[in-house]
């Protein structure tokens, strides 16, 4: 194997190792957050109505980003 071998190969590697730590983050986060105890304590705390006020400003911007 040459020097640019073994580098790319070793790239490869990271980013797979990258993908998949992303993807446990978001599937932990998805159980996590379907969980009845974490829903009754998150609408206890009124966090849901920080989001839902916070989504129309988000789709504001997204359209303005994309023209």
Known sequence: ????EVTQTID???GLYL???LALIVFG???VLSSPFVKRYLN???I???IEGALPDLERYLK???M
């Not at 194997?1 to 640019?4: G, V, Y």
């Open 44 to 46: 206890q705390s009124g």
């Open 12 to 14: 490869t590697k990271g």
């Open 19 to 21: 993908a998949g730590g």
């Open 64 to 66: 303005m980003r994309a």
């Open 1 to 4: 194997m040459q020097h640019n």
């Open 48 to 50: 849901s109505d920080l």
């Open 29 to 31: 986060g998805v159980l």
